[in-house]
């Protein structure tokens, strides 16, 4: 089984930056694509990027690009997320999800729920 574990959130001024890890462990992470979602309270959790296992395509929610960036670092069985230009809005707790490789499609990218394992998450506040 696959057990993943978000660090590096905080607290953060607007305009600062943050960067966000997950470590993964039990499998190997060739196996699957990875996501970043976000839930801020009272609000349903919400896709911010996934990075595909193939061939490394990676995918931005509207509100994130140009700000944040995912990547992954296979041998260490890593993702990561540097979030730049953080603003108030980016508060939230943040998760780092995986999907098996053959259900990633642009129909599952963005849906949470079809995500098969999770990480116990990573709270981001943006404050002055």
């Known amino acids: 089984q696959l057990q993943l574990a978000e660090s590096g959130g905080g607290l953060v001024q607007p305009g600062g930056s943050l960067r966000l890890s997950c470590k993964t462990s039990g499998w190997s992470l060739d196996y699957y694509a990875l996501g970043w979602f976000r839930q801020a309270p009272g609000k349903e959790r919400e896709g911010v990027s996934c990075?595909?296992?193939?061939?490394?395509?990676?995918y931005y929610a509207d509100s994130v690009k140009g700000r944040f960036t995912i990547s992954r670092d296979n041998a260490k069985n890593t993702v990561y997320l540097q979030m730049n230009n953080l603003k108030p809005e980016d508060t939230a707790d943040y998760y780092c999800a995986a999907i098996h490789i053959g259900d990633f499609t642009p129909a599952t990218m963005w849906a949470w729920y079809e995500y098969d394992y999770w990480g116990q998450g990573t709270q981001v506040t943006v404050s002055s």
């Open positions: 990075i595909s296992g193939s061939d490394g395509s990676t």
